[in-house]
């Protein structure tokens, strides 16, 4: 028996919370008692179209009120639920629709249910040969009764960040699903009765979809939800609901913090109420000490706690989290030295006026273990970098890909992250950036992120939008590029600016100058679904 899928009907007929939608209009308020009526219908309207045990759907909806239904209808009829990468107003629809055939057909989905503001897609999903069937035509069945699923039941498969070109799906069963979400229920010391999250986080994205989508579905926790088009629109609705509703715990991804504390640096005293907010998950992509420093600055007019800033380290094949710091301890640094580092491959503690601020990513959660090895994966001591390992109950079984099934553990257990990094003495997690990324010159590691912190520090570059990409000479040295992103990119002076200064900010950080500085127009450097730089895409803009 699944016990998430059983915990999820018991919340239904327990819990008095539910889902919040409609933001910033009129809200609209379900129960999880009233979303498992809806999920019974559609898991009837699934039946009737051919959905049982083992089959995959592939989900395209923008909004909350209709995807989890749509999931848990999903999972009554023990299938597997893919969320669909989702076109935007830019997208040609018939290159995505080509995409999105291959995705569907590499993970075999039999049908695609399809919601707001997606059913424009529909033709062209059909012209392609793709079955569709409507949130709206599955409201309207006859319910079914749940199906007993198995633990080792697929649950989700989450499309990787490359997906696109080279479509893989993270393959998590329903005991994945159930083992973290205990560990993180455990590790931020969740009450349903008293927590109230808040997300405008992407659904198709695992952070939105498996920690604030199926948890408090699982859970019975209260959530308010909106759109990531709702938060880029207003970034100031985001903090407007966590006064108004009293939110306890939310979520973004670095770039996100960085848009919040600048216009709350703006906002009149009195404008918003943070003082609610006990835990500010930071996750998904680097996270740069200097951003939180300055949303805990931003924020303190408005009663926000600095000790509720919580940087974590989560990844979709251990189904979200890695790692995650315990309530109230804020955000703890490491300084090292950074030769050191960057020569010795070793986080040496300093209290130089050069010291490199890590921002360490709390502890590994419960059923969860982790190692840093070195390239022959002997397992290094504390304070060594090295490529992280993990082993655990929510750790994926494996991957599908166009090619077939690819497991993800090797004959132990462990899964290679494909990160670097390293733990201090108090098993505090530290990444310093993908393996693939690294750049080496003159023996030392020069770690991207580094490099695209220091652009982002000079004025006119826009945060979130420089990236480092590493460039092989061939018989010349190892070298890097940078390229920024800038609104001010029809005034040449200000370009010309830019591009001195990123230079000079670069050399100050890591003491090397980039070959090539790129300052481009908005939207030009190539990124995920979920927001994280494409750096081997980006190496064609700096050429």
Same mark, same amino acid.
């Given at each position: 028996m699944?016990r998430f899928?059983?915990?999820?009907?018991e919340?239904s007929?327990?819990?008095?919370?539910?889902?919040?939608t409609g933001?910033?209009?009129?809200p609209?308020?379900q129960?999880? =008692?009233?979303i498992?009526?809806?999920a019974r219908?559609?898991?009837?309207?699934?039946?009737?179209v051919?959905v049982?045990?083992?089959?995959a759907?592939?989900?395209?909806?923008?909004?909350?009120v209709?995807i989890?239904?749509?999931?848990?209808?999903?999972w009554?009829?023990?299938?597997a639920?893919?969320?669909?990468?989702q076109p935007?107003?830019?997208?040609d629809l018939?290159?995505?629709?080509r995409d999105?055939e291959i995705?569907?057909?590499?993970?075999?989905?039999?049908?695609v249910?399809?919601?707001?503001?997606f059913?424009? =897609?529909?033709?062209?999903?059909?012209?392609?040969?793709?079955s569709?069937?409507?949130?709206?035509?599955?409201r309207? =069945?006859d319910?079914?009764?749940?199906?007993?699923?198995?633990?080792?039941d697929?649950?989700?498969q989450?499309?990787?960040?490359?997906?696109?070109?080279s479509p893989?799906?993270?393959?998590?069963?329903?005991?994945n699903?159930?083992s973290n979400?205990?560990?993180?229920?455990d590790?931020?010391?969740?009450?349903v009765?008293?927590?109230?999250?808040?997300?405008w986080?992407? #659904?198709f994205?695992?952070m939105?979809?498996?920690?604030f989508l199926?948890?408090?579905?699982?859970m019975?926790?209260?959530?308010?939800?909106?759109?990531?088009?709702?938060?880029?629109r207003?970034p100031?609705?985001?903090a407007?609901?966590?006064g108004?509703?009293?939110?306890?715990?939310s979520?973004a991804p670095n770039f996100?913090?960085?848009l919040l504390?600048?216009?709350l640096?703006?906002a009149?005293?009195?404008a918003y109420?943070?003082?609610?907010?006990?835990c500010?998950?930071?996750?998904?992509?680097?996270i740069?000490?200097?951003?939180?420093l300055?949303?805990a600055?931003?924020?303190?007019?408005?009663? #926000?706690d600095?000790?509720?800033?919580?940087?974590?380290?989560?990844?979709?094949?251990?189904?979200?989290?890695?790692?995650?710091?315990?309530?109230?301890?804020?955000?703890?640094?490491?300084l090292v030295d950074p030769?050191?580092?960057?020569?010795?491959?070793?986080?040496?503690?300093?209290?130089k006026?050069?010291?490199?601020k890590?921002?360490?990513?709390?502890?590994?959660?419960?059923? #969860?273990?982790?190692?840093?090895?070195?390239?022959?994966?002997r397992?290094?001591?504390?304070r060594n970098?090295?490529?992280?390992?993990v082993?655990?109950?929510?750790?994926t079984?494996?991957y599908?890909?166009?090619d077939g099934?690819?497991p993800?553990?090797?004959?132990?257990?462990?899964?290679?992250?494909?990160d670097?990094?390293y733990?201090?003495?108090?098993? #505090?997690v530290?990444v310093?950036?993908?393996?693939?990324?690294?750049?080496?010159?003159?023996g030392?590691?020069?770690?991207?992120?580094?490099?695209e912190?220091a652009a982002?520090?000079v004025r006119?570059?826009?945060?979130?939008?420089?990236?480092a990409?590493?460039?092989?000479?061939?018989?010349?040295?190892?070298?890097?590029?940078?390229?920024?992103?800038?609104n001010a990119?029809?005034?040449?002076?200000?370009?010309?600016r830019?591009?001195?200064?990123?230079?000079?900010?670069?050399?100050t950080e890591v003491?090397v100058?980039?070959?090539t500085?790129?300052?481009?127009?908005?939207?030009s450097?190539?990124?995920?679904?979920?927001?994280?730089?494409?750096?081997t895409?980006s190496a064609?803009?700096?050429?």
């Open positions: 699944s899928t059983d915990k999820m009907y919340t007929g327990t819990s008095t919370h539910g889902l919040v933001e910033p209009g009129p609209v308020r129960t999880w =008692a009233e498992h009526d809806i219908r559609m898991a009837g309207g699934l039946a009737a051919g049982g045990p083992g089959d759907v592939s989900v395209l909806a923008g909004m909350p209709d989890a239904p749509a999931c848990q209808g999903v009554m009829r023990r299938g639920v893919t969320m669909l990468h935007t107003p830019r997208t018939e290159v995505w629709a999105t995705v569907v057909r590499m993970i075999g989905a039999r049908t249910v399809l919601g707001a503001p059913e424009v =897609a529909r033709p062209v999903l059909e012209q392609h040969g793709i569709v069937v409507t949130v709206d035509e599955l309207a =069945a319910p079914v009764p749940p199906l007993d699923a198995l633990e080792t697929i649950a989700l989450q499309l990787t960040s490359g997906s696109t070109g893989k799906a993270v393959r998590i069963t329903h005991a699903f159930f979400a205990t560990a993180m229920h590790r931020l010391k969740f009450d009765d008293d927590d109230v999250m808040i997300s986080l992407p #659904l994205h695992d939105g979809m498996v920690g199926t948890l408090p579905m699982q019975g926790a209260e959530i308010v939800s909106i759109t990531p088009l709702d938060f880029l207003t100031l609705l985001w407007d609901l966590i108004r509703y009293r939110g306890t715990i979520a996100a913090y960085s504390a600048r216009r640096e703006q009149p005293d009195g109420d943070l003082s609610s907010m006990r500010l998950i930071n996750g998904a992509e680097p740069d000490a200097d951003t939180m300055a949303l600055a931003a924020g303190e007019r408005f009663g #926000l600095p000790a509720s800033l919580a940087p974590t380290y989560g990844m979709a094949e251990v189904t979200l989290a890695v790692s995650l710091p315990s309530p109230g301890h804020g955000m703890v640094l490491d030769d050191l580092l960057e020569a010795m491959q070793h986080a040496v503690p300093s209290t006026h050069n010291a490199r890590m921002v360490t990513l709390g502890k590994f959660v419960p059923e #969860l273990e982790g190692r840093v090895v070195d390239e022959e994966r397992e290094l001591p504390p970098v090295g490529v992280i390992e082993r655990g109950r929510s750790v079984p494996g599908l890909t166009v099934p690819r993800a553990q090797d004959e132990q257990g462990w899964l290679s992250t494909g670097v990094g733990f201090t003495e108090d098993g #505090l530290v310093c950036g993908r393996i693939k990324d690294v750049i080496i010159m003159g030392r590691n020069i770690y991207p992120t580094d490099i912190r982002c520090s006119g570059v826009r945060p979130g939008n420089a990236v990409v590493r460039l092989d000479a061939g018989q010349k040295r190892e070298s890097f590029a940078v390229a920024v992103e800038t990119i029809d005034d040449p002076d200000e370009v010309r830019i591009e001195h200064e990123v230079v000079h900010a670069v050399f003491g100058r980039p070959r500085v790129a300052v481009l127009g908005p939207g450097i190539p990124k995920t679904s979920s927001g994280k730089l494409r750096r895409h064609s803009l700096l050429h």
